[in-house]
């Protein structure tokens, strides 16, 4: 069954270092999204991303984070100046798009936890 | 403000018994969606509801929706262990349909 990969599954960094997350959504989904989920608490939107570009992003999502698909298959989340607030499980999800495809679920990969110290 | 808040926060129950968690949420949605979370994992699917269904069942599983109210409820009925998990309904406003807006959860435990 197709599915959403991730990595790294864990990564920890000092305060001020950059990180990128990885992500390889489902091969035929058109919109990508990255949510987060800091420990005991709500899963939290962070942006969505459509046809190459941001099609809506949240307040949390500053100007230190950015978001990319460098290729058809990656889409990455680029922590520009980690801070310790930025510790969480970071979750990629995609979603399709057309006929057969577009049910609205959302597909969620395992995560990445970030540690920052 | 709070899009989706779930009640309980958290609910014990014996297998075999049946668990209802509830799902408030405060907009004019497009659908409501049911996600379970294992301890660390990823966000798993359950079942979505549309703003003009009332009530949807897939295996075990009941969801109804009022929207007068603005109200879902999520019914595992017949619990198992292996339903201990966290329960998160997730709206997918009108006019927008893109995002997901994740309510706080409900931590289900079942013993056995």
């Known amino acids: 069954e197709p599915e959403v990969t991730q990595t790294p599954s864990h990564q920890v960094t000092q305060m001020g270092q950059e990180v990128i997350l990885r992500c390889v959504p489902i091969?035929?989904?058109?919109?990508f999204y990255w949510y987060r989920q800091i420990l005991g608490q709500k899963v939290e939107f962070l942006v969505s991303?459509?046809?190459?570009?941001?099609?809506?992003k949240s307040e949390i999502f500053d100007d230190q984070f950015s978001v990319e698909r460098p290729d058809g298959s990656n889409f990455t989340l680029k922590i520009r100046s980690t801070k310790l607030e930025d510790s969480a499980m970071y979750f990629c999800?995609?979603?399709?798009?057309?006929?057969?495809?577009?049910?609205?679920?959302?597909?969620f990969g395992e995560g990445s936890r970030l540690t920052v110290l | 403000s709070q899009q989706g808040e779930e009640d309980p926060q958290a609910l014990s129950i014996q297998e075999g018994e049946n668990a209802t968690m509830n799902c408030s949420y405060k907009?004019?949605?497009?659908?409501l969606q049911w996600y379970r979370q294992n301890s660390g994992r990823g966000l798993v699917h359950l079942i979505l509801?549309?703003?003009?269904?009332r009530e949807k069942h897939s295996g075990r599983l009941r969801v109804t929706l009022d929207t007068s109210k603005k109200s879902s409820s999520l019914l595992i009925t017949a619990s198992r262990a292996a339903d201990t998990a966290s329960y998160f309904c997730?709206?997918?406003?009108?006019?927008?349909?893109?995002?997901?807006?994740f309510g706080a959860g409900t931590r289900l435990a079942v013993h056995p």
């Open positions: 999800a995609s979603r399709g798009s057309g006929a057969g495809t577009n049910t609205g679920e959302l597909f």
């Open positions: 091969s035929n989904h058109l919109y």
């Open positions: 991303f459509y046809n190459n570009e941001i099609s809506e």
């Open positions: 907009t004019s949605i497009n659908n």
């Open positions: 509801i549309r703003s003009n269904e």
């Open positions: 997730a709206t997918a406003l009108s006019g927008g349909y893109n995002k997901l807006i």
